[in-house]
């Protein structure tokens, strides 16, 4: 189910649930005990029925991030820039990657690729080293020039 098929389907389930509610109050203030309990039960139906579709709709969003290595993690800090991923055209937030995609004698450079994208074609996260190590090797690289390296 796409964000937009379930957001018109918790709108759906909202007006429900303000109908419901109001006929309830109608049932309740008529003395329509009938009526009431009826409106009642469709309520909460509805009600929990909203509650269980944002539930899997949070379930779906964890276990498809927990899954892909190229998603920001929980309390990451990243940019809340938004980007237009240039393999599938798609708008997406920070974090992007720049990829050089290569077949045989043509390539091309896409600056602005999305996570999805990483991950669909199976591209695999580069190991990372602490800002401390890395510091500390420029800092060695610069303390020890030499002319050749190899």
Known sequence: MRDSDADIAIDVLNKLIDQELKAASAGMRDGNRILEECASTRY???TFARDEIRKALADAV???DARNPFQCQRDELVTQ??????LCGRWCPSPV???C???ADQSRVASDVCADCMWRLGFR???TVPLEAY???ERWVSEHPTGRRG
């Open 101 to 103: 995609l290569c077949y």
């Open 81 to 86: 820039d938004m980007h237009t991923c240039d």
């Open 62 to 64: 964890e276990e498809r």
């Open 97 to 99: 990657y720049r990829v």
């Open 44 to 46: 909460h139906a509805y």
């Open 135 to 137: 510091r500390r090797y």
């Open 125 to 127: 996260p580069v190991g």
